[in-house]
């Protein structure tokens, strides 16, 4: 395909193949260092691997620019006097009819936003008689199958496997370059985006999952007109180290309906020509990368092959809970000059996992990380609100476009710089306009049910989808009145108090899995991880320095996002500015 302009429909940057040599205030594009000459770039260099062998199998993930990959490819094999048989494991794949009534059942019918967490692998797309006669052809000096799945034909050969970050696949998805697995036909971006969700994704690592301990080389496909690449052994190795030490995922940023200002102002490395920025996706594992560098390139591969790899060294005592499920998720919530969030709630546990097929639910809380002219949270009902009543203003708010009386059933309280709100399953709330929130939560996070969004329209100019009925069957009206502030409120207290540090509790929800501690750190700190993951967030100051028990070091800046792994067993925090007040806030499973 030729490459233009058009292939990814985004505002924001692609990412840098090379480290910046500056120290950034907030950085965009974090790594893990590899050491020298582990990453090679370019299609002359990838040729030159290629070439050594009589056949190849190139696997990789949905959004693959396949045929770009065979016209580069091809044209520099050719140039060295080489013949190349293609063969694309599509043509073994079934038709997209078939496909699409497999997959009706985990689709959710009509429902533009849910479906169900499918139970298929990868091999169900194909016809397996059709993949058993794919052959190498003896006659040519390379022979390369191609594809999504491509190693499920069973060459007994190299393992290549291209590898694409989730927010490149959804901005290529968006230019209707990428479509969904199998699929023929083009939809709208929430459908496309749901299958994605509930479908593709899911197969598509487990069976990455599979092949994991096979694969020779690794690439990073997302700049297209230079793959950047090392071998499997050395991202096994590097994935191990990263698992006993520290690691920043590569975090990025969506526009929203309601988005603010406070990022694409503050934080280096953006387009700061967007109007706004709603989310930066600091640590939502399922669409995360990280990158590895070796001599200033910068490789990325997604978050979810640390986990398949290393799962038990990052997550420790909560391992087999867990499974290849981080558990924690980090991001911000930016409505500085912005709007409210819609008022909504999150499903039960066991209303996800019968509906969606989620093995826990969302619970989350809101950090007030920075604030201005006295912001609100909307939290809790008001006392004497009767669920049918609520129910009914929903409804006729809907039908007849009519402004909501929020102030009548839910109740808001003023937001301060660094408050702890607590929102469990089932609890009404949304952030008001002017915060920027750190929202701590349980690691899903596409589940809100929607049941007010202001009358206004998504940034595609259509009303936003909107889950009243969801929402009703999901919401405890027993979180209201004067049991909102002691129940849903932190309340701080301090553990310990010495020269170089305060520890302070910040104690959330019974029904959070996870709990939440806050540091002032004047001088240094050495921390075990007694076998729990931490993550952590530098929430005021300038920057630290962490130095983990097994060498590493590695410098963090204000608002960044940095996970310490069970297996780490202890490192020492240091504040690069005592002169500065330096607070960082930790999560952890309880």
């Given at each position: 395909?030729?490459?233009?302009?058009?292939?990814?429909?985004?505002?924001?940057?692609?990412?840098?193949?090379?480290?910046?040599?500056?120290?950034?205030?907030?950085?965009?594009?974090p790594?893990?260092?590899?050491?020298?000459?582990?990453?090679?770039?370019?299609?002359?260099e990838?040729?030159?691997?290629?070439?050594?062998?009589?056949?190849?199998?190139?696997d990789?993930?949905?959004?693959?620019?396949?045929?770009?990959?065979?016209?580069?490819?091809?044209?520099?094999?050719k140039?060295?006097?080489?013949?190349?048989?293609?063969?694309?494991?599509?043509?073994?794949?079934?038709?997209?009819?078939?496909?699409?009534?497999?997959?009706?059942?985990?689709?959710?019918?009509?429902?533009?936003?849910?479906?169900?967490?499918t139970?298929?692998?990868?091999?169900?797309?194909?016809?397996?008689?059709?993949?058993?006669?794919?052959?190498?052809?003896?006659?040519?000096?390379?022979?390369?199958?191609?594809g999504?799945?491509?190693?499920?034909?069973?060459?007994?050969?190299?393992?290549?496997?291209?590898?694409?970050?989730k927010?490149?696949?959804?901005?290529?998805?968006?230019?209707?370059?990428?479509?969904?697995?199998?699929?023929?036909?083009?939809?709208?971006?929430?459908?496309?985006?749901?299958?994605?969700?509930?479908?593709?994704?899911?197969?598509?690592?487990?069976?990455?999952?599979?092949?994991?301990?096979?694969?020779?080389?690794?690439?990073?496909?997302?700049?297209?007109?230079?793959?950047?690449?090392?071998t499997?052994?050395?991202?096994?190795?590097?994935?191990?180290?990263?698992?006993?030490?520290?690691?920043?995922?590569?975090?990025?940023?969506e526009?929203?309906?309601?988005?603010?200002?406070?990022?694409?102002?503050?934080?280096?490395?953006?387009?700061?020509e967007?109007?706004?920025?709603?989310?930066?996706?600091?640590?939502m594992?399922?669409e995360?990368?990280?990158?590895?560098?070796?001599?200033?390139?910068?490789?990325?591969?997604?978050?979810?092959?640390?986990?398949?790899n290393?799962?038990?060294?990052?997550?420790?005592?909560?391992?087999?809970?867990?499974?290849?499920?981080?558990?924690?998720?980090?991001?911000?919530?930016?409505?500085?000059?912005?709007?409210?969030?819609?008022?909504?709630?999150?499903?039960?546990?066991e209303?996800?996992?019968?509906?969606?097929?989620?093995?826990f639910?969302?619970?989350?809380?809101?950090?007030?990380?920075?604030?201005?002219?006295?912001?609100?949270?909307?939290?809790?009902?008001?006392?004497?609100?009767?669920?049918?009543?609520?129910?009914?203003?929903?409804?006729?708010?809907?039908?007849?476009?009519?402004?909501?009386?929020?102030?009548?059933?839910?109740q808001?309280?003023?937001?301060?710089?660094?408050?702890?709100?607590?929102?469990?399953?089932?609890?009404?709330?949304a952030?008001?306009?002017?915060?920027?929130?750190?929202?701590?939560?349980?690691?899903?996070?596409?589940?809100?049910?929607?049941?007010?969004?202001?009358?206004?329209?998504?940034?595609?100019?259509?009303?936003?989808?909107?889950?009243?009925?969801?929402?009703?069957?999901?919401?405890?009206?027993?979180?209201?009145?004067?049991?909102?502030?002691?129940?849903?409120?932190?309340?701080?207290?301090?553990?310990?108090?010495?020269?170089?540090?305060?520890?302070?509790?910040?104690?959330?929800?019974?029904?959070?899995?996870?709990?939440v501690?806050?540091?002032?750190?004047?001088?240094?700190?050495?921390?075990?991880?007694?076998?729990?993951?931490?993550?952590?967030?530098?929430?005021?100051?300038?920057?630290?320095?962490?130095?983990?028990?097994?060498?590493?070091?590695?410098?963090?800046?204000?608002?960044?996002?940095?996970?310490?792994?069970?297996?780490?067993?202890?490192?020492?925090i240091?504040?690069?500015?005592?002169?500065?007040?330096?607070?960082?806030?930790?999560?952890?499973?309880?």
């Open positions: 395909m030729e490459l233009n302009k058009e292939w990814r429909k985004t505002q924001q940057f692609l990412a840098p193949k090379k480290k910046a040599k500056k120290e950034m205030d907030y950085d965009a594009y790594s893990f260092p590899l050491g020298e000459n582990k990453i090679k770039a370019g299609i002359e990838f040729a030159t691997w290629i070439e050594q062998n009589k056949t190849i199998t190139i990789g993930y949905i959004g693959v620019f396949w045929n770009h990959l065979v016209e580069s490819l091809g044209a520099e094999l140039k060295r006097g080489k013949t190349v048989r293609w063969f694309h494991v599509d043509a073994a794949m079934k038709p997209s009819e078939e496909l699409d009534e497999m997959l009706a059942p985990y689709l959710g019918g009509n429902d533009p936003l849910f479906g169900k967490i139970d298929k692998d990868l091999l169900d797309w194909f016809d397996t008689e059709k993949l058993k006669l794919i052959k190498p052809d003896t006659s040519a000096d390379i022979n390369i199958i191609l999504c799945g491509a190693s499920l034909a069973q060459w007994q050969c190299p393992i290549v496997y291209f590898d694409l970050p927010n490149e696949l959804q901005f290529r998805a968006r230019a209707g370059t990428a479509t969904n697995l199998g699929s023929k036909n083009k939809t709208d971006n929430r459908r496309t985006y749901k299958r994605f969700y509930f479908v593709d994704w899911v197969v598509l690592n487990k069976h990455k999952n599979k092949i994991l301990p096979d694969i020779d080389l690794i690439v990073d496909e997302q700049r297209p007109d230079n793959y950047l690449f090392m499997g052994d050395e991202l096994r190795s590097g994935l191990s180290q990263m698992a006993k030490n520290v690691f920043r995922p590569r975090p990025w940023f526009p929203g309906a309601w988005g603010g200002t406070w990022m694409k102002e503050q934080m280096e490395g953006l387009n700061k967007v109007e706004n920025l709603a989310w930066s996706f600091e640590l594992v399922l995360n990368g990280i990158m590895f560098e070796s001599g200033q390139y910068l490789l990325e591969v997604s978050f979810d092959f640390l986990m398949f290393n799962y038990q060294e990052v997550l420790g005592d909560c391992a087999e809970k867990f499974k290849y499920d981080f558990p924690i998720r980090f991001d911000f919530l930016d409505t500085f000059d912005g709007g409210n969030l819609s008022i909504q709630c999150h499903p039960t546990p209303y996800i996992k019968e509906n969606f097929g989620m093995p639910t969302q619970d989350e809380t809101y950090y007030i990380l920075d604030c201005k002219d006295e912001p609100v949270v909307y939290l809790g009902f008001q006392d004497g609100v009767k669920p049918e009543e609520f129910h009914q203003a929903l409804l006729q708010s809907q039908k007849e476009v009519k402004e909501l009386d929020v102030d009548k059933y839910i808001k309280f003023t937001a301060k710089k660094h408050d702890l709100f607590l929102i469990p399953n089932g609890t009404i709330h952030s008001g306009s002017n915060n920027l929130v750190l929202e701590i939560s349980s690691a899903p996070y596409i589940f809100t049910f929607k049941m007010y969004d202001w009358l206004r329209l998504d940034l595609d100019g259509k009303p936003r989808p909107i889950n009243i009925e969801h929402g009703m069957k999901n919401l405890n009206f027993e979180r209201k009145g004067d049991t909102v502030v002691p129940e849903l409120i932190s309340a701080p207290y301090v553990i310990t108090q010495t020269e170089e540090y305060k520890l302070e509790h910040l104690p959330t929800h019974p029904e959070h899995f996870y709990d501690y806050r540091y002032t750190l004047n001088d240094k700190i050495h921390i075990s991880t007694n076998n729990k993951c931490h993550v952590w967030m530098l929430i005021e100051g300038t920057s630290v320095t962490i130095e983990t028990k097994n060498g590493i070091r590695q410098r963090f800046n204000y608002a960044e996002t940095f996970v310490v792994p069970a297996a780490a067993d202890s490192y020492t240091y504040n690069e500015k005592p002169d500065n007040k330096t607070l960082l806030i930790q999560a952890f499973v309880k």
